[in-house]
């Protein structure tokens, strides 16, 4: 992790690859909170997976969750019976982590965007920026972006693929995406 005078830099370079329990992929943690937080304590959690192999999502109970296809051909998941396709690139699908889910991979391995936060404590909007913008970070509310595609610029400090900025001080920040950049906004559930 290395830090601007405004925001800490994520490199995706520094993080650990966690093996699922079920062999079917990896997964590296951008970022969470409270930091240092497991599995049964986070208020969000924000990772990127390897999915290689089809099979059950990991229940998460009181959770809600925001899944994004960064790379690949797509996944079918069926959540509580009901299949959704998500095959389109950087277009966020939002689902209960208590739904029983199952992912199908009809054309091998994709990477995906996991976005989860602890419902009735936190909420979380997840968008892509394509191109230049100006994020502002609210009064009690943290930002972080990620870069899913290409490179980025926030401040001038950039940001290459799967790299991430997080932005806790209410100001306003300029992004520079020159591909796809997640600006995922968590704030206080009401």
Not at 91 to 99: H, K, L, N
Not at 133 to 138: A, L
Not at 144 to 163: F, P
Request: proline share 7%; aromatic share 6%.
């Amino acid at each position: 992790m290395t830090t601007s005078e405004r925001f800490q830099v994520l490199r995706a370079s520094e993080r650990p690859a966690t093996a699922w329990l079920n062999g079917g992929g990896v997964t590296r943690e951008v970022a969470g909170f409270p930091t240092g937080a497991g599995l049964d304590a986070f208020d969000w959690r924000v990772s990127l997976a390897d999915v290689a192999t089809a099979g059950p999502f990991s229940p998460f109970p009181g959770i809600d969750r925001v899944i994004t296809l960064v790379e690949g051909a797509g996944m079918v998941l069926t959540v509580d019976g009901a299949e959704q396709l998500v095959d389109a690139p950087f277009r966020p699908f939002a689902f209960s982590g208590d739904a029983t889910t199952d992912c199908r991979l009809p054309a091998g391995p994709v990477v995906d965007f996991n976005v989860m936060t602890r419902r009735g404590r936190i909420e979380a909007t997840v968008s892509m920026a394509t191109a230049g913008t100006t994020v502002g970070v609210p009064d009690g509310s943290t930002v972080l972006l990620v870069c899913l595609a290409g490179k980025a610029t926030v401040d001038g400090v950039e940001l290459t693929r799967h790299d991430a900025a997080l932005l806790d001080a209410p100001d306003a920040y300029e992004l520079n995406p020159d591909g796809t950049t997640a600006v995922v906004t968590f704030r206080a559930a009401p």
